[in-house]
């Protein structure tokens, strides 16, 4: 096969170069939203959230915690929709979790 002949079979596995572009621009977007968050929590004090909580830590353990819950739950969520989407559709996935926060 012809160089020229891969290059055009290659090329026409991938969709158009916009809608690439729009996926890669979600990626970025949504990794800027999360380390927005990240950051947004450990600026909150800790002593106000340790007060509203009735939290009985020490302010670097609460503070840890506060900031390990959120890679942590992203973790748990993603592999709970992995396992989801296997058994159902995306559709049905998406419907549930809209309504169930």
Do not use: W
Not at 45 to 67: C, E, H, R, Y
């Amino acid at each position: 096969m012809s160089e020229d002949a891969k290059l055009l079979e290659h090329k026409e596995t991938f969709r158009s170069k916009f809608s690439i572009s729009l996926m890669v621009f979600n990626i970025a977007l949504s990794s800027f939203y999360f380390g927005y968050i990240i950051v947004y929590l450990g600026q909150i004090p800790i002593k106000t959230v340790k007060k509203i909580f009735s939290i009985d830590l020490d302010d670097g353990t609460a503070s840890g915690v506060l900031n390990g819950c959120i890679p942590v739950g992203a973790l748990v969520g993603a592999l709970i929709s992995s396992i989801l989407i296997a058994k159902f559709s995306r559709r049905y996935n998406t419907y549930y979790k809209d309504n169930a926060c």
